[in-house]
């Protein structure tokens, strides 16, 4: 969980993926001559922070996004939102700006009219300055906890299948807690030079009233998206015959990579599958160490069966 712990300390706000992609690119160039295949690596101006790998003759594609949710500093002291956090007067925030590091605290100001958010801190932070949870690593026997397990465990999930892959793409994305970005351009690239139609989200959902801790890894039936059906069909058939835990999702809400997929004009077939957490988009996301295990066991499975 060493890596975990390390990809969850790397500030990455959604539109700031910069430093997280440089530490994806350096781990890759340093680990995949140990990969049962070396991928060829695509990134650039024509990806902006996105990273794709192609293993082999690929027939799917994995799509793990590296932004998270956080904080930007606007007029006279406010804070605003960037994606969904949450909201707990307190929090413990860190940033840092062209006068130094910065570690202050979220404070919320509520008056008849409408709920504020603020900092405490010894000095202005200069306006547009970037704040994220403060890093907070914690793992039991059974679990692991900390900020943005949304979705650095999803990309830490994809560089273990990267490890053996023999056939298949891992897309490295960038602004999924905004709405979405970079994911059609890349499915545009895969499709038209891999002929790449298929695609798996390796992402982290919740725990809710029908998906529970150390019961296996989540397939996603429904969100704010619909997978086509006999894709579905295909994957859960494949998740059968694997053996490996898994639970059936069923959600009213809730949006991935997948959703901006489906929104696209590309004929691509998609699923989300991830493990669920508990305290979502706070520092204390928690996620069962069994289903991050069925996960990793799960996409192996399927990058080979699809």
Known sequence: MELVKKLAEIPSVSGDEGRIKQFLLDYIQKNNKNWKVQPEIYEGSAFQDCIILVFGQPRTAIYAHTDSIGFTVGYDK????????KIIDGIKLVGEDNKG???????????EERTALSYVFDREIERGTNLTFKPDFRETDEYIQSPYMDNRLGVWVALKIAETLEHGAIVFSTYEEVGGNSVANCAKFLLEKHNVYQAL???????????????????????????????????????????????????????SDGGVLQKSYLPIDWCFIGAPEDNVHSPDEKVHKHDIHAMVELYKYLMKHL
């Open 201 to 255: 989200i390796c992402d982290i959902t919740w725990v809710t009233n029908g998906v529970k801790h150390g019961k296996g890894v989540a397939i996603s039936m429904k969100d704010s998206g619909i997978p086509r059906r006999s894709y579905l069909n295909k994957i859960i058939s494949l998740a059968k015959e694997s053996k490996i835990d898994f639970q059936l999702e069923v959600e009213s809400s809730g949006g």
């Open 78 to 85: 406010e804070l605003l939102k960037i994606g969904g956090p």
């Open 101 to 111: 590091k910065i570690e202050t605290e979220l404070m919320v100001i509520e008056d």
